[in-house]
């Protein structure tokens, strides 16, 4: 049974760097693409990118100019940074595997982490 | 970028009812692709439909999908005490994939 996992610290200042980690057990990380999702307080769910066991990336726009994505399919994590955070970037950020549908794209996410809350605050 | 508008935005129900969520995409989405979550706080969200209409693996048959194009619906039938939670859809047929806002199922 797959398992996800975020971690990270739950404080972040405003202008700094948000770090996100995801350790995944159960399963092979190298066949499916890894998202990252996040819901601030009271508002919807956001995608935020994915990344593939190969390190192929693809990012949402709105948030493309801030955001990079890793993976290290030896220790089975996958990483996100997200720089010169502000208040709007408070969520509560999930990771999620991203099923491929027959297309080839990423389709749906199955199973999720619990999430980690991260507040931007000085 | 699709949007994906759902309604009601909550829903009050009881035990044993039937709840009918709705989730409109603002095009109409490629290959019917639109998932299902159920989410309860403190939770993983959980995965329930994908494709429209497939029921994700151990998911029980009061959860069905349908629907296609523009407009989609989530059926639970008979209400459960496990089953109030948030619901949102979901459209991955076109980047950037897109949620919707959630409809809450709550207890009447």
């Known amino acids: 049974q797959v398992q996800l996992q975020e971690s990270g610290p739950g404080l972040v200042k405003p202008s700094e760097t948000l770090s996100l980690s995801c350790i995944v057990s159960g399963d092979s990380i190298s066949n499916y693409y890894w998202s990252w999702i996040r819901q601030p307080a009271g508002k919807g769910l956001e995608w935020i990118g994915r990344?593939?066991?190969?390190?192929?990336?693809e990012y949402n726009p709105s948030l493309r100019s801030r955001v990079s994505m890793s993976i290290d399919t030896s220790k089975k994590y996958f990483s996100l940074k997200m720089t010169s955070v502000n208040a709007a970037d408070t969520a509560l950020y999930f990771c999620a595997r991203g099923l491929i549908h027959e297309y080839g794209g990423l389709g749906w996410f199955d199973p999720w982490g619990q999430g980690t809350l991260v507040t931007v605050s000085s | 970028e699709i949007v994906l508008t759902q309604f009601p935005g909550t829903l009050s129900l009881s035990p044993g009812e039937r709840a009918t969520l709705s989730c409109r995409a603002s095009q109409s989405l490629r290959y019917n692709f639109l998932a299902w979550y159920q989410h309860k706080s403190g939770q993983a969200p959980r995965l329930l439909i994908s494709?429209?209409?497939n029921r994700a693996t151990g998911i029980p048959d009061r959860f069905s999908g349908s629907g296609s194009g523009t407009d989609f619906i989530l059926t639970i039938n008979r209400l459960e005490s496990e089953d109030f939670a948030v619901y949102y859809c979901?459209?991955?047929?076109?980047?950037?994939?897109?949620f919707g806002q959630g409809t809450k199922v709550e207890i009447k």
């Open positions: 990344i593939s066991g190969t390190g192929n990336t």
């Open positions: 494709g429209a209409f």
């Open positions: 979901q459209q991955y047929g076109t980047s950037p994939r897109t």
